[in-house]
Nanobody, 118 residues
Framework: QVQIVESGGGLVQPGGSLRLSCAAP????????MAWYRQTPGNQRELVASIAPSGRTNYADSVKDRFTISRDNIKNMLYLQMVNLNSEDTAIYFC?????????WGAGGQGTRVTVSS
């Protein structure tokens, strides 16, 4: 099974910015609604943002006006630009189709860790 690979996480101070990237191989990428999810220990994976093949986007209320999801259908890449980060954004971030059920990439990749701390 081909694997999703997320990258771009790291340690950032409150108010800082990061850009996450996700490589999702396979031609099916173009036809799927893709999403970023995040998960903290002991909690279920949370939907952060999604983007349809048309480019229509949706965001969780907690990240609206701070995060921007985008995609490059030529490169099979998904991105998440995050600004004005706060401690509540600390999590492991994953990308996959939305909904995840029946994803050609299974449960997705290993994720990328974002830590917001001074």
């Amino acid at each position: 099974q081909v694997q999703i690979v997320e990258s771009g996480g790291g340690l950032v101070q409150p108010g800082g910015s990061l850009r996450l990237s996700c490589a999702a191989p396979g031609p099916v990428f173009t036809y799927l609604t893709m999403a970023w999810y995040r998960q903290t220990p002991g909690n279920q994976r949370e939907l952060v943002a999604s983007i349809a093949p048309s480019g229509r986007t949706n965001y969780a209320d907690s990240v609206k006006d701070r995060f921007t999801i985008s995609r490059d259908n030529i490169k099979n890449m998904l991105y998440l630009q995050m600004v004005n980060l706060n401690s509540e954004d600390t999590a492991i971030y994953f990308c996959n189709k939305h909904p995840e059920l029946g994803s050609p990439w299974g449960a997705g990749g290993q994720g990328t860790r974002v830590t917001v701390s001074s």
